[in-house]
C-alpha cells in the first residue's frame, strides 16, 4: 500500500500543485482581508501573524504526516499565483477510499482551473497512491463545481439528501460523485493519444 507522506509536487500544462509555505503567508493575508470564499474550513480565517505562521509551516501539513489527507496550493505554472487550493480527506487506508474537494479564487474561476487540477490530483491518487475510489460533493445548487467533477470524468451517483449544513441552519442537499481506478479518465486518455 502507497501513501502521501513525501513532499508532493504535481505539474500540469497550466498549474503546479504544491505544499502550502511561509511564502503563502502575504497572499493568504489578502485573501482574509478582501473575505473571499474558497479555502477548505481549516485554514485561517483571522489576521494574527502567530496563527498564520503556524499554519503554513505546521498545521496544514499535519494530516499529511500521519497519511489522513492533504492540502494543495494550485498556482499558476508561469507567475506562480495562487489560483485556489485542493484535497484530499477523509482517507481510508484499509477501503483504499477518500474524497477531494477543492476552491478557486473568484478571480480564477471560469478558466478550466479546478478541472485541470481535479484531474491532476485524480490521475495520482489513483495511479500511483494506490487509493481505489474517490469520492466528490457537490452541493445541488453548485452547478460550477457539477461540470467540474463531470468534466473530471466522475460519475454521478445520487443525492445524499440534507448532508451538509449551510450557513443559515438548513440543511443542503449534495450531488455524490465518484472516480474509480479502472474508470476512464479524460486526462489519461490524452496522454495515451498523445503518446501514439
Not at 20 to 36: C, K, N, Q, W, Y
Request: glycine share 10%.
Amino acid at each position: 500500500m502507497k501513501d502521501f507522506r513525501e513532499d508532493v509536487r504535481l505539474e500540469t500544462e497550466r498549474l503546479v500543485l504544491r505544499p502550502f509555505g511561509l511564502d503563502d503567508a502575504e497572499v493568504l493575508i489578502e485573501v482574509i482581508r478582501s473575505g473571499e470564499v474558497f479555502l477548505p474550513p481549516n485554514f485561517p480565517t483571522v489576521l494574527e501573524a502567530q496563527p498564520i505562521a503556524w499554519f503554513l509551516r505546521e498545521g496544514v501539513h499535519s494530516v499529511q504526516r500521519f497519511g489522513l489527507g492533504i492540502h494543495l496550493a494550485v498556482a499558476d505554472r508561469v507567475t506562480g499565483a495562487l489560483v485556489g487550493t485542493i484535497g484530499l480527506f477523509r482517507v481510508d487506508w484499509k477501503q483504499l477510499t477518500c474524497e477531494v474537494g477543492y476552491g478557486m479564487r473568484p478571480s480564477a474561476r471560469g478558466n478550466g482551473y479546478a478541472t485541470e487540477a481535479l484531474s491532476s490530483v485524480s490521475q495520482w491518487i489513483l495511479d500511483d497512491c494506490g487509493i481505489y475510489r474517490v469520492e466528490l460533493r457537490a452541493l445541488t445548487t453548485n452547478l460550477a463545481s457539477i461540470r467540474v467533477a463531470e468534466k473530471a470524468g466522475y460519475q454521478r451517483e445520487g443525492v445524499a439528501r440534507g448532508a451538509e449544513r449551510g450557513p443559515d441552519g438548513t440543511n443542503q442537499d449534495m450531488i455524490v460523485f465518484s472516480l474509480i481506478a479502472s474508470d476512464p479518465r479524460p486526462g489519461a486518455l490524452i496522454r495515451e493519444e498523445e503518446r501514439a
